[in-house]
């Protein structure tokens, strides 16, 4: 997931609960930090192989910079389990 670098992505966000309860660690978390929290949480129970989290700014992400607030979620991680997926199909 590629999600913009600015104040309105990380900076905490009011949550409104009007029909589900949600999770505490999403409350008044920023939406860069929950999408850090759902991606780890999907590779962690084994709903996903793996997943990748970049954050980048409107300026710098067309030079190709960007940021990895998870080494878990890094995107060397996520290639390297991609190659591990390809070589299990073509060698099956």
């Known amino acids: 997931m590629l999600l913009e670098n600015s104040p309105k992505s990380t900076r905490p966000v009011k949550v409104l609960q009007p029909h589900f ?6 409350s008044g978390a920023s939406y860069a930090t929950r ?19 970049l954050l980048s700014s409107r300026n710098s992400g067309e030079s ?9 979620l890094a ?3 996520l290639l390297a389990s991609l190659v591990s997926q390809a070589r299990a199909i073509t060698t099956a």
């Open 35 to 53: 999408y850090e929290l759902l991606l780890t949480k999907l590779v962690r129970e084994r709903l996903y192989d793996s997943s990748c989290l």
């Open 21 to 26: 309860a949600v999770f505490p660690e999403f």
């Open 64 to 72: 190709g910079e960007y940021e990895e607030p998870s080494t878990e």
């Open 75 to 77: 995107f060397r991680r």
